[in-house]
């Protein structure tokens, strides 16, 4: 799926796939952040002490935010619960939406994909630069460089073509991550969300958000009360201004801009060009 009504047929049918994180045996390593950098030769610069100081971040954080050399941040908050201090742990990059906010508000045909697995990824040969894709973008995640071109996570969409996982889910440790189709990650998160309940984590949840149709990252929450904590939209779903543009208003657009060029041609058709008055063959009635 592209922004285009045309379906690429080059594109093999293939069934959702999923990264399931459980944040309750995430231990905050970084190793999957390590990873996601190498895999994409990628160089953000390190941080000094002052910088960390001045932008008020979690020390035990390497950047205050994604970057367009940064597809992946491991974020940390340190809050408090029923259970008393906690460690809001999350693992943050674009959520692969099955429902993409933006793709639907991207203009350019093709500079936005989804394919069939669920991954969405761009194409700067296609791309405009027009920054729609991070207006669209419920999360927040698209980030441009230099070049006005926008970079994100993509799943790691080349190792998983050639039937591997993802760079960030072959590093983990712990195993928090692991790579599998939609519906078995769901099931998984379903389980150890009812395990962590039993142990006393009654808030515990699996945060897979409706209002995008899903994600392709699914997180298991110990404290799924306090979703702001972790760094994440409570209900994200793409904003109502998006949709109306490029619906609605795009039609509207349309109709009255071929309307006009109609309207033109008729004009041009059934009563000629039109006359303007003032010109040299006024003067010349008026002195004669």
Sequence with gaps: MSATDKPDTSIKSYPELAILVDISSCIGCKACEAAC???????????????????????????PDLRPDLFMLMKFNEGESDKGFVWFITKYQCMHCREPGCLVACPSPGAVIQYQNGVVDFDHSKCIGCKMCVVGCPFDVPRYDANNKPWKCNFCIDRVEAGLEPACVKTCPTQC??????????????????????????KATLYDPPGVNGTGYIYVLPHGDNVKEYNLPENPRIDASVTLWTGPLKTL????????????????????????????????????
Excluded: N
Excluded at 53 to 59: D, H, L, T
Excluded at 182 to 198: A, C, F, R
Excluded at 257 to 281: D, S, Y
């Design 177 to 202: 991550l692991t790579f599998g189709l939609k519906e078995d990650m769901v099931e998984k998160g379903k389980k150890i969300v009812e395990s962590l309940k039993s142990r006393g984590l009654d």
């Design 37 to 63: 950098q190498q895999w994409h030769d990628l160089t953000p610069p390190i941080m000094t002490p002052e910088e960390v100081v001045q932008r008020k971040i979690a020390g035990y954080q390497s950047h």
């Design 253 to 288: 657009g349309s109709i009255a801009f071929w309307g006009t060029i109609v309207g033109l041609f008729l004009q041009l058709i059934i009563w000629g060009p039109i006359k303007v008055l003032g010109g040299k063959e006024e003067s010349k009635s008026e002195e004669g």
